[in-house]
């Protein structure tokens, strides 16, 4: 209550600093663990290990070089961000919670939403900048050894990390403000990953067989999976005519351009994690937090 006696402007200057004072403390308590720099390195160090494993001087599709070399990055990160991202997150205000740490940050001059959206930010700082710097020390290594440097592939595949990192963040924060326990939290994040993972092609075609659906349908009803949507996205730059993908191409490449498709890979999964987001935000704000 004495905290609503504060005059509006001053109000707001105490809520941006609280926002970036929960940003800055997150930020630093993440780059003291351990998990962030195992994390990164593990990254860093897969580059490493395409690049001496010789996969730049193999040909596939008419890929060669560095181009070759990110399409197998990105379809490694379509398995392991995810689950990395949501089992990580999905702690972050239950986990506050159980800790008696929202007690504290309660008694401070910082709003609930400051303390979320603070906490959104760093996860999402934390998380992806780690995957562009080995994406980009890629690119300075391929410089180095006068390799051909694929400019498109390397901008839509920044912008295809960033969305579902952003997409599974949402998530994240969204299950972790409705659990009531870390446990909870974790069980509901990999069932999620599980069925996400499995509806990217073995339950559609099951589907398709089993109830003799429409092909157009259950795949229209496949591409609302962000990891599908994903997954097509860094194909389409990589097979321009999805060929990988047998007859659920035509179906793709039909009904939109290769182009439109390309905006829809990045734009859909960042407002999806948006929109998870801002409805784990107004629960937070909304309900019983201690």
Same mark, same amino acid.
């Given at each position: 209550?004495?905290?609503?006696?504060?005059?509006?402007?001053?109000?707001?200057?105490?809520?941006?600093?609280? !926002?970036?004072?929960?940003?800055?403390?997150?930020?630093?308590?993440?780059?003291?663990? &351990?998990? !962030?720099?195992?994390?990164?390195?593990?990254?860093?160090?897969?580059?490493?290990?395409?690049?001496?494993?010789?996969?730049?001087?193999?040909?596939?599709?008419?890929?060669?070089?560095?181009?070759?070399?990110?399409?197998?990055?990105?379809?490694?990160?379509?398995?392991?961000?995810?689950?990395?991202?949501?089992?990580?997150?999905?702690?972050?205000?239950?986990?506050?919670?159980?800790?008696?740490?929202?007690?504290?940050?309660?008694?401070?001059?910082?709003?609930?939403?400051?303390?979320?959206?603070? &906490?959104?930010?760093?996860?999402?700082?934390?998380?992806?900048?780690?995957?562009?710097?080995?994406?980009?020390?890629?690119?300075?290594?391929?410089?180095?050894?006068?390799?051909?440097?694929?400019?498109?592939?390397?901008?839509?595949?920044?912008?295809?990390?960033?969305?579902?990192?952003?997409?599974?963040?949402?998530?994240?924060? !969204?299950?972790?403000?409705?659990?009531?326990?870390?446990?909870?939290?974790?069980?509901?994040?990999?069932?999620?990953?599980?069925?996400?993972?499995?509806?990217?092609?073995?339950?559609?075609?099951?589907?398709?067989? &089993? !109830?003799?659906?429409?092909?157009?349908?259950?795949?229209?009803?496949?591409?609302?999976?962000?990891?599908?949507?994903?997954?097509?996205?860094?194909?389409?730059?990589?097979?321009?005519?999805?060929?990988?993908?047998?007859?659920?191409?035509?179906?793709?490449?039909?009904?939109?351009?290769?182009?439109?498709?390309?905006?829809?890979?990045?734009?859909?999964?960042?407002?999806?994690?948006?929109?998870?987001?801002?409805?784990?935000?107004?629960?937070?704000?909304?309900?019983?937090?201690?």
């Amino acid at each position: 209550m004495l905290f609503g006696l504060i005059p509006k402007k001053q109000r707001r200057r105490i809520m941006s600093k609280g !926002f970036k004072s929960i940003l800055v403390l997150d930020l630093n308590q993440s780059l003291r663990s &351990k998990g !962030f720099w195992i994390y990164s390195i593990l990254f860093g160090g897969f580059v490493a290990f395409m690049f001496v494993s010789g996969i730049t001087e193999t040909q596939i599709i008419g890929f060669v070089g560095l181009g070759r070399l990110m399409v197998t990055f990105m379809q490694v990160c379509m398995v392991i961000i995810p689950i990395y991202v949501l089992i990580t997150v999905v702690r972050s205000i239950v986990g506050d919670k159980e800790s008696n740490v929202m007690e504290y940050m309660l008694s401070l001059p910082v709003s609930l939403s400051n303390f979320y959206w603070g &906490k959104f930010i760093a996860k999402f700082i934390v998380i992806y900048i780690p995957l562009f710097v080995s994406l980009f020390a890629a690119v300075i290594w391929g410089t180095i050894t006068s390799l051909d440097i694929p400019w498109d592939m390397f901008a839509l595949y920044s912008f295809l990390l960033a969305a579902m990192v952003f997409c599974f963040l949402g998530i994240g924060m !969204f299950i972790s403000v409705y659990a009531r326990s870390q446990e909870m939290a974790v069980s509901s994040a990999f069932v999620l990953w599980l069925l996400l993972v499995a509806f990217i092609d073995l339950l559609l075609m099951g589907m398709m067989l &089993k !109830f003799r659906m429409n092909p157009s349908l259950v795949i229209g009803l496949g591409m609302l999976n962000p990891l599908q949507v994903f997954r097509v996205g860094v194909l389409v730059l990589f097979d321009p005519k999805l060929t990988v993908m047998g007859p659920a191409a035509y179906f793709v490449l039909d009904t939109v351009s290769r182009g439109v498709f390309i905006v829809f890979s990045v734009v859909y999964p960042a407002l999806l994690g948006f929109l998870f987001g801002w409805l784990g935000n107004r629960r937070f704000n909304r309900k019983d937090i201690i």
